[in-house]
């Protein structure tokens, strides 16, 4: 199956990112996982053209 996108998670609890991964990736996405402050930067400077964020609480 080709990829529809690619989506970095940014997360400080392992098991959100674990569920949230497994589901886009299900879905066709592919999924860049990331749990501190400064890895998701240079992911989004490296990987990313369009960058989105959706703050879920």
């Known amino acids: 199956m080709k990829s529809k996108a690619t989506i970095l998670i940014v997360d400080d609890v392992q098991y959100n990112l674990i569920i949230l991964s ?20 240079q992911k989004c400077c ?4 369009y960058i989105y964020r959706l703050q879920l609480r």
């Open 46 to 49: 490296r990987f990313l053209s």
């Open 22 to 41: 497994n589901m886009l990736s299900n879905y066709g996405y592919t999924v860049m996982e990331s749990s501190n402050g400064v890895d998701p930067i």
